[in-house]
């Protein structure tokens, strides 16, 4: 199974797909860097479970997807799914 965080630039946001699932998390840029820096480990390497630990820990909170967004999950989750993105870096030509 594929495991682990795609990263999605969303303007001043990161927006993380959770690999196997139709969910993701959407963090402010320095929330990033401050768990990669806390952790010393980057976002993509951790699981949902240990990222939702680890926010909850420093205070950092989710934020809202907007409708654009979570159409950008429903249809990138189909690749990551598949193991796409996670292990080519790109979906099917």
Known sequence: MVKGLLR????????????GTDRAVK???EDMQRLESDTRKHVEEMDEEELVGEMER??????????D???IVMLA???V?????????????
């Open 8 to 19: 999605i630039g969303v303007g001043p946001a990161m927006l993380y797909l959770i690999a």
């Open 27 to 29: 963090l402010q840029r």
């Open 58 to 67: 420093l205070g950092i909170e989710l934020i809202s997807l907007t409708d």
């Open 69 to 71: 967004e979570k159409q």
């Open 77 to 79: 989750s189909k690749y």
């Open 81 to 93: 799914l598949a193991g796409y993105f996670i292990l080519t870096n790109n979906g099917p030509s």
